[in-house]
């Protein structure tokens, strides 16, 4: 049985205002407390795991004010409340994410850790083992001391 397929739609469907979920609000007049993503990432803040309170319209929806603005250009307003400061990763966090890099782009066979992830599930090591060939020297890392971690200061 064939399915109809699902035509995606280009154009913004349009949809009165009264039947909009969350608070619309023009340019230069949505309330204070009220931020964008953008605005929160200057303050070093984050959502804190809460979704927007209310659309900032866009420009062109200035006109229509009768209309729920649902055109790529608008933006979402999160609370300035109940935002947290950003998190920062931690060093056994980005110790742990350097530990999954490596493991990735290590080859068990030769023990080269390139600078790019392998295709261990399908292949099992690196390219240079499985076809047999020596790797250029700029793929992988010179030393076959395991790569310090270089923490930006
Ligand atoms: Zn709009
Ligand atoms: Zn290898």
Redesign the pocket.
Known sequence: MARPRKRRRREAKKVPRSTATLEEYDRRSYPEGLVTRRQLREMGLSPGGHGPVAVL??R??AYRPDQS?N?PT?AWLYTVELARPKRVPTLAQEWALDRAMAARSTCPTCCRRYYFCLPLRTQGRCDPCARGYEPSPDTYFASTAPVTHRLAA
């Open positions: 319209r866009c062109y929806c603005c055109h608008r």
